[in-house]
């Protein structure tokens, strides 16, 4: 089959129609805006509803009340508009899909790629003790296949599933092969869709009884202990490494030329790359942490996923971090400058 | 590796973008594997517009290049801006309408092409960017005129078939200016 050639941001669109997407809700925010500009021509045409809401807010909570396989896409700011919405559907445990295309921050910031969403999308939905899933491709064909993996875990964990890309995935184009579309069998006993006879649905996060809430908290904790069966993560190159390179997204891409430049230069170098970010591959990170000398995190934030892997990590060996961020994006030369000083440190010891 | 690296750049509205896109597509037809990465931004006509391309056989890493194998530029500010960082034994093609000083790098291959003044003369100057991209073909044959063929008329479908067949000529246009003035990398 020939693969179509498109841009991050409409692959994602695409395989959301082809996943069953039955309802968008949203506002338009640079760099995500070719995703809903591509579902308000395409999802109508096949029977979904594409509305712009007149906020983020407002957005959010359309997706609240949709019972359809539905999702909602943004960058920084409106993610952060978005947090209020997230909390009620993580404590009434609503699926849905939400897609974050990473911008410079804090604040208004700019509109180039960055990565600094992390905290915000692995450590805490909203307030209360929530956690969305959160996935992260680091290619066009990737988007496209976890958008549809996106949507089964939504579904199977009655919660929201974050897909955590970054300006750059969404704005650039690669070849990508389209999955067929499915009509998904979904339990969906939960929904608000007027089922006529039969007990009275209620969707709520509320519980004023705290023993209530304490039981709705047990569940939703033993929920993302289930997950743990989620974790995707990818090695590369790490068989007789000394020096492992983790890194998620786009970041990832630019450490794997790197790591290719240091091999040939004789530096053994590896990739541990986390797909899923909650639940983080923490014991793969702990088993790779085990064999080589000295971990090396590079992100387009100041530092955020690193947190996670030096808890993995656990201390075994020295894990250090390099990060650009602001909308500068690292560069090869400047990942492969960061794996020799790491690589000269342990010689050094 | 990359089979081929590059980084075009010029003024908004010279269709940097769009030759990069021609480029990318065209190895995706050929089975290969392309990435294409533009600026964006609040980008403007007149502005400064870049792309990146990276062309494959395999797994491409990195679509962010800091040193490209290949540079385009289009005006004399994207030459200035990245012509220091092109790999050694690399290739830099310039609009040699659009810039007159010349590149100061010993160590890559320069082709010059009155790219402008070129398409000027096929009817309309907005066909630059494909004189250039003829120009790149024929020092560095990363994919055939065929696969660009197939691009372009997919881009230009019936009822604007003439604007393929201007577009293919610039193209092939940009390949005989060219010849000559750069030998194969490869």
């Known amino acids: 089959m020939m693969p179509a050639f498109t841009k991050g941001n409409e692959a994602i669109a695409e395989s959301a129609?082809?996943?069953?997407?039955?309802?968008?809700?949203?506002?338009?925010?640079?760099?995500?805006?070719?995703?809903?500009?591509?579902?308000?021509?395409?999802?109508?045409?096949?029977?979904?509803?594409?509305?712009?809401?007149?906020?983020e807010i407002a957005a959010i909570n359309m997706v609240y009340g949709a019972g359809a396989?539905?999702?909602?896409?943004?960058?920084g700011p409106g993610f952060s508009l978005m947090q209020e919405g997230l909390s009620y559907l993580v404590g009434a445990e609503v699926p849905c899909v939400v897609v974050d295309m990473m911008r410079g921050g804090p604040g208004l910031g700019n509109i180039a790629p960055a990565q600094g969403d992390y905290f915000q999308a692995t450590k805490s939905a909203g307030h209360g003790d929530g956690r969305l899933l959160v996935l992260a491709p680091w290619s066009v064909q990737e988007a496209c296949d976890l958008t549809r993996v996106a949507f089964d875990l939504a579904d199977r964990y009655r919660n929201p599933v974050a897909i955590l890309g970054d300006g750059l995935l969404g704005q650039m184009m690669e070849p990508v092969v389209l999955p067929a579309p499915v009509e998904p069998a979904r339990d969906v006993a939960w929904a608000t869709t007027g089922a006529g006879s039969g007990p009275a649905r209620v969707i709520t996060s509320l519980d004023l009884e705290p023993e209530a809430l304490e039981a709705r908290n047990r569940r939703l904790q033993e929920k993302y202990r289930r997950a743990?069966?989620?974790v995707r993560w990818e090695g590369y190159r790490l068989d007789d490494a000394d020096v492992a390179v983790v890194a998620y997204g786009i970041s990832a891409r630019i450490a794997r030329t790197a790591?290719?430049?240091?091999?040939?230069?004789?530096?053994?170098?590896?990739?541990?790359?986390?797909?899923?970010?909650?639940?983080?591959?923490?014991?793969?990170?702990?088993?790779?942490?085990?064999?080589?000398?000295?971990?090396?995190?590079?992100?387009?934030?100041?530092?955020?996923?690193?947190?996670?892997?030096?808890?993995?990590?656990?201390?075994?060996?020295?894990?250090r971090?390099?990060?650009?961020?602001?909308?500068?994006?690292?560069?090869?030369?400047?990942?492969?400058?960061?794996?020799?000083?790491?690589?000269?440190?342990?010689?050094?010891? | 590796m990359a089979a081929l690296d590059l980084i075009a750049a010029g003024f908004g509205g010279q269709g940097i973008l769009f030759l990069g896109e021609v480029l990318a597509w065209a190895a995706v037809l050929e089975g290969k594997n392309a990435t294409w990465l533009p600026s964006y931004g609040p980008e403007q006509r007149g502005g400064t517009a870049t792309c990146t391309v990276v062309v494959a056989g395999g797994t491409i890493g990195s679509p962010v290049v800091a040193?490209?194998?290949?540079?385009?530029?289009?005006?004399?500010?994207?030459?200035?801006?990245?012509?220091?960082r092109v790999r050694p034994g690399g290739l830099v093609i310039v609009d040699a309408s659009m810039v007159d000083r010349p590149v100061a790098r010993s160590d890559v291959r320069v082709v010059r092409v009155d790219a402008v003044a070129q398409a000027a003369a096929l009817g309309d100057v907005r066909m630059a960017n494909m004189v250039l991209l003829g120009a790149l073909l024929a020092a560095v044959p990363v994919?055939?005129?065929?696969?660009?063929?197939?691009?372009?008329?997919?881009?230009?479908?019936?009822?604007?078939?003439?604007l393929a067949a201007a577009n293919v000529k610039a193209v092939t246009g940009g390949m005989a200016a060219s010849r000559g003035a750069a030998q194969p990398l490869r």
């Open chain 1, 17 to 55: 129609i082809r996943a069953g997407l039955r309802a968008y809700f949203g506002y338009p925010v640079t760099p995500q805006s070719e995703l809903p500009e591509y579902l308000a021509r395409r999802l109508p045409e096949r029977g979904g509803v594409f509305l712009q809401a007149e906020s």
């Open chain 1, 69 to 75: 396989r539905v999702m909602i896409s943004t960058s």
């Open chain 1, 228 to 230: 743990q069966q989620e």
């Open chain 1, 259 to 319: 790591v290719d430049r240091a091999r040939d230069e004789g530096v053994a170098a590896g990739l541990v790359r986390p797909i899923t970010l909650f639940p983080f591959p923490s014991q793969a990170v702990r088993d790779v942490a085990s064999r080589v000398r000295i971990v090396l995190v590079t992100e387009l934030s100041a530092g955020q996923m690193v947190e996670d892997v030096r808890l993995a990590a656990d201390g075994r060996v020295p894990v």
């Open chain 1, 321 to 349: 971090f390099y990060g650009r961020f602001g909308g500068m994006v690292s560069t090869p030369p400047e990942i492969l400058d960061q794996i020799e000083q790491a690589a000269s440190e342990v010689r050094a010891a």
């Open chain 2, 67 to 84: 040193d490209p194998e290949v540079l385009v530029a289009m005006n004399g500010p994207s030459l200035d801006k990245f012509a220091p």
């Open chain 2, 143 to 162: 994919v055939s005129l065929d696969a660009v063929k197939r691009v372009l008329a997919d881009q230009f479908p019936p009822p604007n078939e003439a």
